[in-house]
C-alpha cells in the first residue's frame, strides 16, 4: 500500500468516524470518568470509610485488584464487582494487601480516583494501580454499569494467574 494510499484510508476513516459521533459528543454521552486525586489516594491509605458510600472489590478477595466506594444515591448494575460490609478490620487489610502485592508483582504503588458521572459530579471513589482503565456508563434513575479493569497482563500477574514468580524469594503467592 503506498504511502498516499494510506493516507486517504485513514482520512476517509476519520470522516467516517466523525460522522458515526454526529459531530459532537453524543458519542460519549452517558459515560462517566475517573480522576486521580491524592487526597482520596490518602483516605484509603488512611483507611478512612466513608458512611456516603457502597464498597465494592474486583478480582480475589484477599488481593483485590481495585476497591470502589460508590455514592448510596446511586445502584451499581452489574454483577463483575462484590458487594463488601466494610469494617474498619476489613479495609485496612484489603488495602495493605493491595498495597503489598502491587509493589511486589508489579513494583507499582496503588492510586486514589474520584469517579464522576455524565454531568462530572462526584459519585464515587476507586482504588487501583494506575494502569487500571475502566468504564462507567450512567443509566436513568441514578443507575450506574462500572466494568472492572481489563484483565491485562500486570493484572493477571497481579492475581497470580500469569505463572510468572512475584514476591521476595522468588516464589508465587
Known amino acids: 500500500m503506498s504511502k498516499y ?9 476519520f470522516l467516517a468516524l466523525y460522522n458515526v459521533c454526529g459531530c459532537s459528543t453524543s458519542f460519549f ?24 458510600f457502597n464498597y465494592f472489590i474486583s478480582g480475589s478477595d484477599v488481593y483485590p485488584t481495585s476497591i470502589m466506594g460508590l455514592n448510596k444515591a446511586y445502584t451499581l448494575e452489574t454483577d463483575l464487582w462484590k458487594r463488601i ?9 484489603l488495602v495493605t494487601n493491595m ?49 472492572p479493569p481489563r484483565d491485562d497482563d500486570s493484572y493477571r500477574a497481579y492475581e497470580g494467574k500469569s505463572g510468572r514468580s512475584i514476591g ?6
Open 168 to 173: 521476595f524469594g522468588g516464589g508465587g503467592i
Open 29 to 52: 454521552k452517558n459515560w462517566g470518568r475517573i480522576e486521580p486525586d491524592a487526597n482520596v489516594t490518602d483516605s484509603f491509605n488512611k483507611f478512612q470509610i466513608n458512611s456516603n
Open 99 to 147: 498495597r503489598n502485592q502491587s509493589i511486589g508483582c508489579c513494583s507499582q504503588t496503588m492510586h486514589g480516583f474520584y469517579i464522576y458521572d455524565d454531568n462530572n459530579n462526584k459519585i464515587g471513589i476507586w482504588y487501583s494501580l494506575i494502569s487500571g482503565s475502566i468504564a462507567i456508563k450512567m443509566k436513568e434513575d441514578n443507575k450506574v454499569i462500572i466494568f
Open 85 to 93: 460490609d466494610m469494617t474498619p478490620i476489613i479495609f485496612s487489610e
Open 5 to 13: 494510499t494510506k493516507l486517504i484510508f485513514c482520512i476517509f476513516a
